[in-house]
């Protein structure tokens, strides 16, 4: 692929590097802040972000095994955020050729319909269950998670931008 003018050729990414943050952002999510509905979802958020950066190494299994670990933590209904997981990750790894010609922040402006939608998914299903309507402030999960969008594209892709081994008998 032809890169855009102006971006850094990237090193190549440690599969523990994605494991790690992908654990992270899991231990994240199952802090124990009660029930508040405006949180972002993390591990949906480096979910979205791998994949559209690694589509080879993180793909819609791995979406839907952390979808299921996150419903048993959280006692919701079993599949709940799989299925929204996998079809958040489908969604990225679609329209991912386009998504990497911009920058951080028209990403963040692009993926942002993505995470609304992911997370009225969630909602639908939570009362399609038999649960309660909750109020405004969970439109504000989505708002978050596309503001801390260029900040987790530049954190997690700062190991990738060291500067390669400088070699002496190499022509470039």
Do not use: C, K
């Not at 299903?125 to 801390?148: H, K, M, Q, Y």
């Amino acid at each position: 692929m032809i890169m855009p003018r102006g971006q850094p050729l990237l090193m190549p990414v440690r599969p523990a590097f994605i494991a790690f943050s992908l654990l992270i952002a899991l231990v994240l999510t199952m802090l124990p802040l009660g029930r508040v509905l405006w949180t972002p979802d993390w591990v949906l958020l480096l979910l979205v972000f791998w994949s559209l950066q690694q589509p080879q190494r993180l793909g819609l299994g791995v979406a839907f095994a952390l979808g299921l670990v996150i419903d048993v933590q959280q006692s919701a209904l079993l599949g709940q955020h799989a299925i929204v997981y996998a079809l958040a990750v489908f969604g990225v790894q679609a329209a991912a050729r386009r998504l990497l010609w911009f920058g951080t922040l028209m990403q963040a402006l692009q993926l942002a319909p993505l995470f609304v939608l992911a997370h009225a998914l969630q909602v639908l299903l939570r009362v399609a269950a038999g649960g309660i309507v909750p109020d405004w402030t969970v439109l504000l999960a989505p708002l978050l998670e596309t503001l801390l969008w260029p900040l987790a594209s530049w954190v997690l892709l700062a190991p990738q931008r060291r500067p390669p081994d400088q070699d002496d008998n190499r022509p470039l």
